[in-house]
């Protein structure tokens, strides 16, 4: 699954100001909400601070991927947040935090959110697609960068899937 076909436009803010954490994860359930993956945001919000809870989700170099599996979410998804001062999240760099992304993944079989963790951190990996994104001037232009990256560092496994499977259809971005 691409990261692009779950992240949508409404569910982007790229001047986000939330001046701690508790607001910065409250901005990006609102954000969630608005794509329209969740069933009960209460619900999700709970979840999502007990994985917190956990063990912050705010991996270091300016990132933070917060997620949670559960039956409040209707549909896998994603939102994401810039914040250009960066706010504390715990991170165990101990570093602010200023890229975000939420995932939301429902309580089935599959892993759909281990997976989107996995395509994303392999990306962010990449000092030149974080500046990309935080430089991005729009949603649409945060996407485009998304999708760039994404096909290039995945086109072998588009490549290599089972030809039963019929090939996904993509967004094409103007």
């Not at 569910?11 to 954490?21: E, G, H, V, W």
Request: glycine fraction near 6%.
């Amino acid at each position: 699954m691409k990261i692009v076909d779950l992240l949508k436009v409404e569910s982007i803010d790229l001047k986000a100001q939330p001046k701690d954490k508790a607001a910065a994860l409250e901005h990006l359930i609102t954000l969630m909400e608005s794509g329209g993956n969740l069933l009960d945001k209460d619900e999700y919000r709970a979840c999502v601070l007990r994985r917190e809870e956990e063990g912050s989700t705010g991996i270091g170099e300016g990132i933070a991927i917060p997620h949670a599996k559960t039956s409040a979410v209707k549909a896998p998804g994603l939102a994401a947040m810039l914040v250009k001062d960066g706010v504390d999240f715990d991170s165990l760099d101990g570093e602010p935090a200023k890229l975000f992304f939420l995932i939301a993944a429902p309580d089935t079989k599959d892993n759909v959110h281990l997976d989107v963790l996995s395509h994303l951190s392999m990306l962010l990996m990449n000092d030149n697609f974080r500046s990309e994104l935080l430089n991005a001037g729009s949603a649409k232009d945060f996407l485009a960068v998304i999708d760039k990256y994404e096909n290039e560092k995945f086109e072998d496994e588009e490549e290599e899937a089972p030809a039963a499977e019929p090939p996904k259809q993509r967004k094409v971005l103007a």
